[in-house]
Nanobody
Framework: VQLQASGGGSVQAGGSLRLSCTAS????????LGWFRQASGKAREFVAA????????YYSDSAKDRFTISRDNGKEMVYLQMNGLKPEDTATYYC???????????????WGQGTQVTVSS
């Protein structure tokens, strides 16, 4: 079972990035999928989540109105489109999957390895 995140990089403030996460090893179509991030020296924090059907999405206050989470169950992918990036968005971003999961890391059973996002001012 593996979640593989990609798409991170270095951008200037105001720029955009699209993170992708591919799931393999099992069927995650019945799992909620989420994105979390962890900045250096800080706790892992919730960014966004999407239900198994894709019918509902949830965002942190910092991500709301700037980030969009989506999923493609046929391709076993989840995406995080990030627009209007700010230096405070700099962190390692992780994708995660969980059957009954939403905003808390403990709710997720599977985690990807993380992809680094660096936003310069």
């Amino acid at each position: 079972v593996q979640l593989q995140a990609s798409g991170g990089g270095s951008v200037q403030a105001g720029g955009s990035l699209r993170l992708s996460c591919t799931a393999s090893g099992r069927d995650f179509s019945d799992h909620a999928l989420g994105w979390f991030r962890q900045a250096s020296g800080k706790a892992r924090e919730f960014v966004a989540a999407i239900t198994w059907s894709g019918g509902s999405t949830y965002y942190s206050d910092s991500a709301k109105d700037r980030f969009t989470i989506s999923r493609d169950n046929g391709k076993e992918m989840v995406y995080l489109q990030m627009n209007g990036l700010k230096p405070e968005d700099t962190a390692t971003y992780y994708c995660a999957a969980g059957k009954l999961a939403l905003r808390y890391p403990d709710e997720y059973d599977y985690w990807g390895q993380g992809t680094q996002v660096t936003v310069s001012s």
